[in-house]
């Protein structure tokens, strides 16, 4: 059984510019979930995608965007970065939203660093 | 909206020692799913438990047992005879429906505990 894998491991980028952050989901699971994990917090939802549609959103601008594509895997994209989005970047997948007790299963994350 | 509180911040313990984490939630929902994951210096969470709000029989799994109580809304985890290798940040999520009613897409994080196990 493949598990999620993130990639890449870690990214540095100045502020306005735009990143592009990627998932491979585990596989037998069609949905995938992003999260953003501030230093010493907790992670926050960022979106979660199903059948390739966006299916439910967190407190995030519009400039953080998804993709998912028909493999199930999906992409993060954030433009005009900010400091704030300094953060860890977690990918996780699952049997879909329908299946309200699967748990997440997620990837080792991708570290975003915004100077 | 819903919350999730941990309210340790940092606990120490000495191999062996038994450690309760305490979580507690709040939902509006009657119909919700608890977690608790385990987060290693690497970064990547991993599962632990979950619990469905409508079964609150409490159950141990291997070292692992939790307490769940929906009238305190609290949903603790114990680790009994902890090991070094237990050392790792520890969160408690709450998992509900969305304002549709159709899928529970969304966790929402405690602040985390951070466990130290000293040999």
């Known amino acids: 059984e493949t598990g999620v894998t993130q990639s890449p491991t870690h990214l540095i980028k100045t502020r306005g510019q735009q990143v592009t952050l990627r998932c491979s989901s585990q596989?037998?699971?069609?949905?995938v979930s992003w999260y953003q994990q501030a230093l010493g917090q907790g992670p926050q939802f960022i979106f979660q995608?199903?059948?390739?549609?966006?299916?439910g959103r967190g407190n995030f601008p519009p400039r953080f965007s998804g993709l998912q594509f028909p493999n199930y895997s999906s992409e993060l994209n954030v433009n005009a970065l900010e400091l704030d989005d300094s953060a860890l970047y977690l990918c996780?997948?699952?049997?879909?939203?329908?299946?309200?007790?699967?748990?997440?299963?997620f990837g080792n994350g991708t570290r975003l660093t915004v100077t | 909206a819903q919350k999730v509180t941990q309210a340790q911040t940092e606990i120490s313990v000495v191999e062996k020692e038994d450690v309760t984490l305490d979580c507690v939630y709040e939902t509006r929902d009657t119909t919700y799913y608890l977690f608790w994951y385990k987060q290693p210096p690497s970064g990547e969470l991993v599962f632990l438990i979950r619990?469905?709000?409508?079964?609150?029989q409490n159950e141990i799994s291997g070292r692992y047992s939790w307490n769940f109580q929906k009238s305190t809304s609290s949903f603790n985890f114990t680790i009994t005879a902890s090991q070094v290798v237990d050392s790792a940040v520890y969160f408690c999520?709450?998992?509900?429906?969305?304002?549709?009613?159709?899928?529970?897409?969304?966790?929402?994080f405690g602040q985390g505990t951070i466990l130290t196990v000293h040999p």
């Open positions: 999520a709450l998992s509900e429906r969305n304002a549709g009613g159709t899928s529970y897409g969304k966790l929402t």
């Open positions: 995608y199903y059948r390739e549609e966006e299916n």
């Open positions: 619990r469905n709000s409508f079964d609150e």
């Open positions: 596989s037998g699971h069609n949905t």
């Open positions: 996780a997948s699952s049997l879909g939203p329908g299946v309200p007790n699967s748990p997440l299963h």
